[in-house]
């Protein structure tokens, strides 16, 4: 990097070092569904869930072997520190498994693959997909034995990322998503609620060594067939998190379209020392598009990064499925750009910038963050790519092709 480039963010108070630094160690959990459209390999039970994958391009992952070669591929191309984001469906197991027989050895491979490439690993029960999801109903359902049957299956996660947490010797994180909803208006909006709450309570009554595990609870305002009431509001789970001392994990697809979605971190954070993000980008509704590099995206870097050097732990998942285009050039467009948006939320002078708004002076403070967009983002962004030993421009899309090429033949869907 020229000393020039140095100087020119030091006029600011930036040293470009430390940014880097802090980028590199914030760990973005790579989520495994962007693979093979939320399939899983249990292969019977197709998507549903009020959650939609829509696309067909060729060549997805059907197993253990093919998700993970995928996933080779995508490692070379994104800097910083990575996580897999695995769900239940993605045990491995020649004979299938039941989701509330799940055992470690089923997820063992997968520890296996996360050593020899020094990468930790998060998990999620899945609630979705399956039989046993009533009425669109899991764990706020009225049925007893459905009930049971997910929270075994929620209690089993647990352990699975408790387990990840202590072969890696790093936390995992074990985050609950449920589709539980209503198409229609319901008469009785407290009774799921309240069962909700229950289930939840015996499930975190197993205490597990929180330096392994971190738990977290994923609201939703609705789903495709849930249109009227989710039973996992974000209320809801603000206040359950709060009680029980777990994270709440803020996907940006799952408020009204108007949301601000970054705006809600700096309010939680008041209470809270941590939590945890799907990174996504709605397109008119929860669509879960590829990260794009726009405002939404730099709004929600900007505020992890304000908040991660204030001590709060923020952490990042990704959270978007496109089947519409090369599914391993997807995961790393969207994981490039959530280390770009870091990136350039690491060079920003926030003390500066936060002095101007403390003293009043919206001037200086407008005409100075117009300013900082002309920077010479992109030579730290290169220097950095460069320290990560991966290429800092499109050249990585023409590896990618290549290895296409070499999997449709094996694949040849
Ligand atoms: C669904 C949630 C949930 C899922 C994944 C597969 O609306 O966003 O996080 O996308 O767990
Ligand atoms: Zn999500």
């Known amino acids: 990097m020229k000393s020039k480039t140095r100087k020119l963010f030091a006029k600011y108070?930036?040293?470009?070092?430390?940014?880097?630094?802090?980028v590199m160690n914030l760990p973005i959990s790579l989520h495994c569904w962007q693979l093979d459209d939320v399939t899983g390999f249990e292969s019977k039970e197709s998507l549903s869930g009020g959650i939609q994958v829509t696309g067909n391009y060729p060549g997805k992952a059907r197993n253990f072997d093919e998700l993970t070669a995928d996933f080779d591929e995508v490692l070379k191309y994104i800097p910083g520190k990575k996580k897999i984001n695995l769900h239940a469906i993605y045990g491995v197991s020649k004979n299938g498994y039941?989701?509330?027989?799940?055992?470690?050895?089923?997820?063992?491979?997968?520890?296996?693959?996360?050593?020899?490439?020094?990468?930790?690993?998060?998990?999620?029960?899945?609630?979705?997909?399956?039989?046993?999801?009533?009425?669109?109903?899991?764990?706020?359902?009225?049925?007893?034995?459905?009930?049971d049957y997910w929270i075994r299956h929620c209690k089993q996660s647990r352990e699975i990322a408790?387990?990840?947490?202590?072969?890696?010797?790093?936390?995992?994180?074990?985050?609950?998503?449920?589709?539980?909803?209503?198409?229609?208006?319901?008469?009785d909006r407290f009774g799921p609620r309240l069962r909700l709450k229950e289930a939840l309570d015996d499930i975190y009554s197993v205490k597990l060594n929180r330096h392994y595990i971190a738990d977290s609870v994923e609201s939703k305002v609705f789903g495709i067939g849930v249109e009227s009431y989710t039973t996992g509001s974000h209320e809801f789970y603000m206040n359950y998190a709060n009680s029980q001392k777990i994270m709440c994990l803020l996907d940006m697809g799952h408020f009204h379209p108007t949301e601000n979605v970054a705006d809600k971190l700096s309010s939680l954070l008041v209470f809270q020392k941590q939590l945890a993000l799907h990174v996504s980008r709605p397109v008119r509704w929860d669509s879960d598009h590829v990260l794009k590099l726009n405002d939404d995206l730099q709004a929600i870097a900007n505020e992890i990064i304000k908040h991660t050097l204030q001590g709060k732990e923020i952490l990042i998942g990704?959270?978007?499925?496109?089947?519409?285009?090369?599914?391993?050039?997807?995961?790393?467009?969207?994981?490039?750009?959530?280390?770009?948006?870091?990136?350039?939320?690491?060079?920003?002078?926030?003390?500066?910038?936060?002095?101007?708004?403390?003293?009043?002076?919206?001037?200086?403070?407008?005409?100075?963050?117009?300013e900082l967009k002309m920077l010479p983002l992109n030579e730290v962004w290169e220097f950095y790519c460069e320290k990560e030993n991966v290429p800092s421009s499109i050249e990585w899309l023409d590896a990618v092709k290549a290895y296409e090429e070499k999997i449709m033949k094996v694949r040849g869907l």
Do not use: H
């Open 318 to 370: 990704l959270d978007y499925f496109d089947a519409s285009i090369n599914r391993v050039a997807a995961m790393i467009v969207g994981a490039r750009n959530m280390q770009k948006a870091l990136l350039i939320a690491a060079l920003m002078p926030w003390d500066q910038l936060k002095a101007y708004q403390d003293a009043g002076d919206f001037t200086r403070l407008l005409a100075l963050q117009e």
């Open 13 to 22: 108070g930036v040293d470009v070092t430390k940014a880097i630094r802090t």
């Open 162 to 187: 408790e387990y990840f947490g202590r072969e890696l010797d790093q936390k995992s994180l074990c985050n609950i998503w449920i589709p539980d909803g209503f198409k229609d208006d319901p008469v």
């Open 98 to 147: 039941q989701r509330d027989q799940l055992t470690p050895a089923l997820f063992a491979p997968w520890v296996d693959y996360a050593k020899k490439r020094n990468i930790g690993l998060d998990f999620n029960p899945t609630l979705f997909s399956s039989p046993w999801v009533k009425d669109n109903l899991t764990l706020s359902s009225p049925d007893s034995a459905v009930r």
